[in-house]
């Protein structure tokens, strides 16, 4: 069934595939180059597109904060923290009972690791011990950073309205 003419084709077809591949790479090296340096010699270094020049003023102090979490969460919107609670819904219900994460009506100055029946990690009674408005704000800025260990992989709610909202919002659900 194999001849020496076959076995010759199959070999002459995978070397020609590499070569297409590997010809392939270096044509794409060629066209998106992504080191430090451009050009084979290294002797220019790249350039950014374009530059913003900033002024420096080294004496300006601290850059100026924002409002405090506080005066955010004194004008909350509920209803606009249900709009964010949407993004928790995957994981945390607010009828009483557990899904992936425990259910958070009545979360707001609870106990840190008081749900019955669900399997905390251990790690928030490390970093908090009641969910106060100022933890739970400090705990989803970001979960990870703030109780290393934990077991929630949501990313966080970089905005402080954000926060502020969906914690006023769970702060309106009955017990």
């Known amino acids: 069934m194999f001849d020496t003419m076959t076995i010759t084709k199959v070999v002459g077809g995978l070397c020609g595939t590499l070569l297409v591949f590997l010809l392939g790479n270096w044509v ?11 050009g084979h010699g290294g002797e220019e270094a790249a350039v950014q597109g374009y530059l913003i020049e900033t002024a420096d003023d080294g004496d300006a102090g601290p850059a100026e904060e924002g409002p405090s979490f506080e005066e955010v969460f004194a004008t909350a919107d509920a209803g606009a923290g249900e709009r964010v609670f949407n993004k928790c ?5 607010v009828d009483g009972s557990n899904g992936t994460g425990p259910h ?7 106990a840190v690791d008081s749900v019955d029946g669900f399997n905390y990690s251990g790690a928030l009674e490390e970093h908090f011990d ?15 950073s703030s109780a290393p260990g934990t077991k929630m992989t949501f990313n966080g709610l970089p905005k402080i309205e954000d926060r502020a909202n969906v914690i006023a919002y769970l702060e ?4």
């Not at 794409?28 to 451009?38: N, Q, R």
């Not at 819904?89 to 219900?93: I, L, R, S």
């Not at 958070?104 to 609870?110: C, E, F, I, S």
């Open 104 to 110: 958070l009506d009545g979360v707001v100055n609870r």
């Open 130 to 144: 009641v969910w106060s408005p100022e933890n739970l704000s400090t705990f989803l800025a970001s979960p990870r």
């Open 172 to 175: 309106s659900l009955p017990n």
């Open 89 to 93: 819904k995957a994981c945390h219900k």
């Open 28 to 38: 794409a090296d060629l066209l998106y180059e992504t080191s430090a340096t451009s």
